[in-house]
């Protein structure tokens, strides 16, 4: 794809996912969402194969199908009161359709069969953008509409997404399959506090963008797309295994990494709410999460595979590429634990 028309789609998304977050008119979050849909297209179809194709053939009709039910749900409130602006008080009827709608666009279960597939079918790049920026004008206009979503329909998606995260991931080697997978147990965190604090939704997301970001440029990096490139990596750069290592523990949200901190603080939130079984079953439902991540920390940094390469120390003398972003996206993802306190004032 030649820079010109790269930066002019690129601009497209960007535009299109800015005017959802600035939008207080319901056809302009709509326009929006549209904009973004049609622009994102040809950057997963920046290798033209079948299988890129076929990835694309699929968002487009999910995305579609998601922005038809969005419309209605729109057009539902219009009737029901005379305006276009978002307000406070959705129609019931209006406000199922739209959460509905925007669970299609986000990938939360039992809506989700459309993310693992088309995270596989494009590049990493691809990837990467569809598993964080997509997620951001969804996520803003539920955050929007929070105080008026029915948690009957919200919270069984919410736990679900969890749920099927943690077990599709099981048996998996592709390393954008177990990526999507990941991203789908993530939405169900952030859809389960969106009822009770918005803001931690907010905060969940950032840490969530923060950690996919290095993970899928450590892998980028290191050119891993299964399990088995990337239990080679030890004989290119033990550094980036070491790194790997600690960030799929972070993933995992285990303490004291920076991925315990949204699951600490959506557990306690739900807690205060007096709900029990809610934040027992998504603490339990995670652990399947943390297997894979185990085993794919396990694969990389606990055992050295065979290999035609003599040269086991052949790391000592390549020169290895700049990694600017990395080294302050690493602490980000892994560190953060300490501020904990401070990020407690969204309580």
């Given at each position: 794809m030649k820079?010109?028309?790269?930066i002019t789609i690129m601009s497209t998304v960007i535009l299109g996912t800015m005017i959802v977050?600035?939008?207080?008119?319901?056809?302009?979050?709509?326009?929006?969402?549209?904009?973004?849909?049609?622009?994102?297209?040809?950057?997963?179809?920046?290798?033209?194969?079948?299988?890129?194709?076929?990835?694309?053939?699929?968002?487009?009709?999910?995305?579609?199908?998601a922005s038809m039910l969005l419309m209605m749900g729109i057009i539902i409130n219009l009737l029901h009161s005379g305006q276009w602006m978002m307000p406070k008080d959705l129609n019931p009827m209006a406000s199922a359709m739209i959460t509905v709608a925007l669970a299609m666009k986000l990938g939360?279960?039992?809506?989700?069969?459309?993310?693992?597939?088309v995270t596989q079918g494009i590049p990493m790049s691809s990837g990467l953008i569809l598993l964080t920026w997509q997620k951001i004008a969804p996520l803003s206009v539920l955050y929007q509409i929070s105080p008026t979503i029915n948690p009957n329909l919200l919270l069984p998606m919410a736990i679900t997404s969890v749920l099927v995260g943690g077990w599709g991931g099981l048996n998996q080697t592709q390393l954008r399959k177990i990526l999507a997978y990941s991203s789908i147990a993530h939405m169900g965190w952030m859809a389960a506090i969106t009822l009770y604090n918005?803001?931690?939704?907010?905060?969940?997301?950032?840490?969530?963008?923060?950690?996919?970001?290095?993970?899928?440029?450590l892998f980028m990096y290191n050119?891993?797309?299964?399990?088995?490139?990337?239990?080679?990596?030890?004989?290119?750069?033990?550094?980036?295994?070491?790194?790997?290592?600690?960030?799929?523990?972070?993933l995992g949200g285990l303490p004291p990494l920076s991925g315990f901190i949204p699951k600490w603080m959506i557990i306690q939130e739900l807690t205060k709410n007096e709900m029990i079984i809610m934040p027992t079953l998504l603490a339990i439902t995670a652990l399947l999460n943390l297997y894979f991540y185990m085993r794919l920390?396990?694969?990389?940094?606990?055992?050295?595979?065979?290999?035609?390469?003599?040269?086991?120390?052949?790391w000592q003398f390549d020169n290895?590429?700049?990694?600017?972003?990395?080294?302050?996206?690493?602490?980000?993802?892994?560190?953060?634990?300490?501020?904990?306190?401070?990020?407690s004032i969204l309580d």
């Open positions: 820079p010109p028309i790269f977050l600035t939008s207080s008119h319901w056809l302009m979050t709509w326009i929006g969402f549209e904009m973004n849909m049609l622009a994102i297209i040809p950057i997963f179809m920046k290798k033209s194969n079948p299988r890129a194709t076929e990835a694309s053939t699929k968002y487009l009709l999910t995305q579609a199908t939360l279960a039992p809506f989700h069969f459309w993310v693992p597939e918005p803001t931690m939704m907010l905060l969940n997301l950032i840490i969530y963008i923060i950690m996919t970001l290095t993970t899928f440029m050119s891993a797309t299964t399990t088995l490139s990337l239990s080679q990596t030890w004989n290119k750069s033990p550094l980036i295994t070491s790194l790997i290592l600690t960030l799929m523990l972070s920390t396990y694969t990389t940094a606990l055992t050295m595979f065979p290999s035609m390469n003599n040269m086991k120390m052949k290895t590429k700049k990694m600017t972003l990395l080294p302050p996206l690493i602490i980000i993802s892994t560190m953060m634990i300490p501020l904990t306190p401070l990020l």
